[in-house]
Structures are given as C-alpha cells and as structure tokens.
C-alpha cells in the first residue's frame, strides 16, 4: 500500500524504517515478499508509539519478533512491519513468603535465552523452553510449550499496546489453551503484546542444567536443522500430527523448495529456494490426504502472514 509522506515522517521520528524491506531474512524459514515499511523497535515505548501511530492513520500493523513461526507471502505484508527487539529483562524479585519469583520481560526478548539464563541460575519453571526458537511476545501470542510444559503454566499478566494506552492484562483474560490465545482467535486486532511477567520457582541450578542438556540432545535427535519454521501442524487430540503425515506418506515428500523433513515429518522445511506458494501447495495436500485417510482435520501451527500464497487461500 502507499504510504504517505508524513505518515513516514512520523514513523521515522519513532523508529528507523526501511521501505520495500525484503522478510525471508527476518524469518527462520526464510522466504517471503517485502514489508511497505519495516520499523526497527528497540524498546517496548517505540512499539506502542507505532502501533498507535498506525492505528490514528488507520495503517496496518504486524509485529515480528524472531520470525520463527510464520511462513510470509511471497508478495509481503502491507502497511508497516515492526521488528521488535526490545531486550529489557528484570531480575527475579520475591513474592510475598511462598517462594515465588516474579520476572518481567519485554516481549522482544528470545524466549529460550530467557529460559536457559533462569535454569542457569537456578529457577525452575521454563527449562522446557531451553531450546524454542521465537520471541517471548510469540511464546504469548502461541501459548508456546514444549516436553509437558507451556506458558500458560507460568505467566501471571501481560502489557498490551492499545489505542488508548498500554494496558494490564492478568493472563487468563487470554483465554490461553494450546498453541492459542485471544490473540490467535483475532479477538486482540489492532493491539500488541510489549511485555510479560511469569513466576519461577527456586530449583536446583544442578539439577536444571541436566535437564536442559537432556532437552538440547531429544531435540537434536529428532528435529532437522536448516531452515524451517518449526512443527508446522498442530497435534490433534490423542494424535501427534507427524503420525498422520507419516502415515499417509508425507516423510520428505517435497513440493517446489518446500519439503516435510524425512526427519521428523511435522517439520516444513526450506529445502531450496521455497516460495510461500510451495508451503501452501504442501500444506493444503498434507490435509487432503490426512482427512480422506483419516477424517481429521489439521490445524497450522505455523502462522501464514501477508500475501501470496498461491492460487487458493492459504
């Protein structure tokens, strides 16, 4: 979309922007079209002055944090892209006389650093995401979890950027459920998570470090490396979702430069020059073939953002 002069002007009295920026290098699958304006945010007050910026100017908004849960369109996003990496972390603070810490994070931060640097030190209650790829904002969005753990488990309240303010949200007014939230289900449009606050618990450093080397060996083990996105569906009831692409065999199976991984099957990834079209085409004959064999249903895990991909929706 055009975006005029002044609107830039103000974007940029905000946050340095780049027009036309190419996303596939913002992304861990690596493809994708351009972004109209791509703002880099390095704290969470430049985040919630452009998202209030776009919404007075009514310009669309979409923020990106590690990118390693989106596949982008092959003709980009419209309107302004925000590359937060807003990186403000507390120390764990005691509550009261239970033994509970309270840490606040800005939703910039790598959500596995955050993880590893506090089982590390000591504090038990995200070892499990020692090794998820993404931004603590998507770990929110996604309700991100990993080995019998999510964040659900842990988060207290989030601060959210709104028209009116930054406002205080507890955690159950996200309605989080796995791999969801009220920002999954479109009901948080034109808002945008800035920072959180989750509880840890004291543990043995010892104990924790053994564990999140156990995590570090069960992922190398099972998961590829190279480009990718992540498990791109999610696991239906009772059923994990590599089974049924297994099944129906979808190991390694390629369409153009996007290819399950032979490795671990729930796993799309960019196997060479993959266009966002390819992803939809592999995803979209993943499900036929899954719910003519087996009736279900498919959901992504991974999110398809922006524009273009391919002849059908994706």
Not at 38 to 58: F, K, M, T
Not at 103 to 121: H, K, L, Y
Not at 150 to 168: F, S
Not at 218 to 239: M, V
């Amino acid at each position: 979309m055009l975006l005029s002069p002044g609107f830039l002007r103000d974007l940029e009295a905000i946050a340095p922007v780049k027009l036309d920026e190419p996303l596939g290098r913002y992304t861990t699958f690596g493809a994708g079209g351009p972004a109209d304006a791509y703002a880099v945010a390095s704290s969470a007050r430049q985040v919630s002055d452009i998202v209030r910026l776009c919404r007075r100017a009514g310009v669309p908004f979409f923020i990106l944090g590690s990118g390693s849960n989106i596949v982008v369109g092959d003709r980009g996003i419209r309107g302004v892209v925000v590359g937060n990496s807003a990186q403000t972390l507390t120390e764990p603070r005691l509550q009261g006389e239970g033994g509970a810490y309270l840490v606040r994070a800005d939703a910039g931060c790598s959500f596995a650093a955050i993880a590893r640097r506090f089982a590390f030190a000591g504090y038990a209650g995200l070892e499990w995401a020692c090794g998820i790829p993404g931004s603590l904002g998507g770990a929110v969005v996604y309700n991100a979890g990993a080995y019998g753990g999510c964040l659900a488990d842990v988060l207290q309240r989030v601060v959210i950027a709104t028209d009116d303010g930054d406002l205080e949200l507890a955690a159950a007014d996200l309605h989080l459920v796995y791999r969801a939230s009220d920002f999954t289900r479109g009901l948080m449009a034109g808002k945008a998570v800035i920072a959180a606050e989750f509880t840890l618990w004291p543990g043995d450093s010892a104990v924790l470090r053994r564990l999140v080397r156990e995590y570090d060996q069960r992922r190398l083990a099972a998961q590829p490396r190279g480009r990718n996105a992540g498990s791109f569906f999610k696991n239906p009831p009772g059923q994990p979702a590599w089974k049924l692409l297994d099944a129906v065999g979808l190991r390694g199976y390629r369409i153009g430069g996007a290819q399950f991984s032979e490795k671990h099957c729930n796993f799309m990834v960019n196997a060479g020059g993959a266009t966002a079209a390819d992803v939809a085409a592999l995803k979209r004959e993943a499900q036929r073939r899954v719910r003519e064999r087996f009736g279900i249903e498919l959901e992504n895990e991974v999110a398809l953002v922006g524009e273009g991909f391919g002849d059908a929706d994706a």
